[in-house]
């Protein structure tokens, strides 16, 4: 099992920049893919971006496509989401999660970590 550890979250303005990690420990992430996923007050959480555990493929919503990129540094073993130009609408709790190579069904998630983008 592998445990996920978010960090990097905090207040920034608009138009401004954070990059959010996610370490695990427990088992090598390179056996994983991850997700990206936020919360914000009153609203379902969603889905931001994902990467396969070789880092080949990723994907992106619509509404962060172009802002923000997923990386992966399997040697740290850690996930990073670089945001960029982060716009109020940003602000939510980031979830990173993890699942098997070939499943499609994240079943290990962190704690949280919260992005706060003022206006």
């Known amino acids: 099992q592998v445990q996920l550890v978010e960090s990097g979250g905090g207040l920034v303005q608009a138009g401004g920049s954070l990059r959010l990690s996610c370490a695990a420990s427990?088992?090598?992430?390179?056996?994983?893919?991850v997700g990206w996923f936020r919360q914000a007050p009153g609203k379902e959480r969603e889905f931001v971006a994902s990467?396969?555990?070789?880092?080949?493929?990723?994907g992106y919503a619509t509404s962060v496509k172009g802002r923000f990129t997923i990386s992966r540094d399997n040697a740290k073993n850690t996930v990073y989401l670089q945001m960029n130009s982060l716009k109020p609408e940003d602000t939510a709790v980031y979830y990173c999660?993890?699942?098997?190579?070939?499943?499609?069904?994240?079943?290990?998630w962190g704690q949280g970590t919260q992005v706060t983008v003022s206006s």
């Open positions: 427990g088992r090598t992430l390179s056996s994983y893919g």
């Open positions: 999660a993890a699942r098997e190579r070939t499943a499609t069904i994240y079943l290990y």
């Open positions: 990467i396969t555990w070789s880092g080949v493929s990723t």
